[in-house]
């Protein structure tokens, strides 16, 4: 491990930034210090390369030694288990995959890492991002503004930087569902992060536990004729499994 003794003094500064804030970038690093933007990304890399930081899409988040915390944090439900090792099966292997933050894409981020497909992983979500650490599967964070409650990345510049990317398959949960009316989050820059990624992907996946269905939450974030298939478990209402069938959205009980 990079130890402050052989860091030059850049890097100690850096370290400490992401310490403090938790997320740095690129362009406003070079600013501040007065060198280039290849200069930092150097450094970033020096701080990844030592278990320090994690790179992202322009600049790096702390990980440190909240590895093991990230990869242990909330272990998924029987349920969620079940409805991610479903939803693995429907990844094609070496596919461009964004993971959307939540608990069991969690759970599903956790069998990727398992599984021998090969994929890009795109994710908001640092806990996300550890799980699928030392993987065979690449990943790369949006970036964006660390939310204050949560792990995960959102804002103007991670919507930017999902922009720039073509998604095979974008899998997203949600906080609440209605088979008549769509998907919903409970916040609003993380309704608008997923408002993007849908619109940047081939194929959309939504994976939640039936109980979501008949609660919707604060903002809605994707029709029912945005979303493909939905995995979900064997406690679904038939006629919340009758209603997205009808709408042409596939439905699996896990």
């Known amino acids: ?3 402050s003794n052989i860091m030059n003094e850049r890097q100690r500064k850096l370290l ?17 210090f007065g060198t280039s933007a290849m200069t930092i990304r150097r450094d970033l890399q020096a701080l990844e390369d030592a278990g320090l930081a994690l790179r992202t899409h322009g600049g790096a988040a702390l990980r440190g030694d909240m590895h093991g915390e990230l990869v242990k944090l909330e272990s998924g439900t029987e349920a969620q ?17 964004m993971l959307s933050a939540g608990t069991t894409t969690l759970e599903l981020a956790r069998r990727i890492a398992l599984a021998n497909l090969r ?21 790369l964070l949006t970036g964006g503004t660390l939310r204050g409650k949560s792990m995960d990345l959102v804002g103007p510049l991670a ?16 906080d609440g569902a209605d088979s008549t009316e769509g998907f919903f989050t409970s916040d609003m820059n993380l309704a608008a992060m997923e408002r993007k990624s849908v619109e940047v992907s081939g194929k ?20 029912l004729d945005k979303v493909a298939v939905v995995v ?9 499994r009758l209603n997205l069938e009808r709408a042409g959205v596939e439905v699996i009980l896990a």
């Open 204 to 223: 959309v996946l939504v994976v939640t536990e039936s109980h979501k269905f008949r609660k919707r939450s604060f903002v809605k974030y994707a029709e």
């Open 1 to 3: 491990m990079l130890v």
């Open 16 to 32: 400490e930034k992401l310490r403090l804030a938790g997320a740095v970038t690129i362009e406003a690093e070079a600013a501040f």
């Open 81 to 97: 288990k079940r409805i991610a090792a479903a939803a693995v099966g429907l990844l094609p292997a070496g596919a461009t995959v």
């Open 119 to 139: 994929l890009m992983v795109v994710t908001n979500s640092l806990p996300h991002a550890a799980a699928l650490f030392r993987s065979d599967n690449q990943v």
């Open 159 to 174: 919507e930017k930087n999902l922009g720039e990317y073509y998604i095979d398959v974008l899998v997203a949960g949600c």
């Open 232 to 240: 979900t478990d064997k406690l679904l209402p038939d006629a919340d």
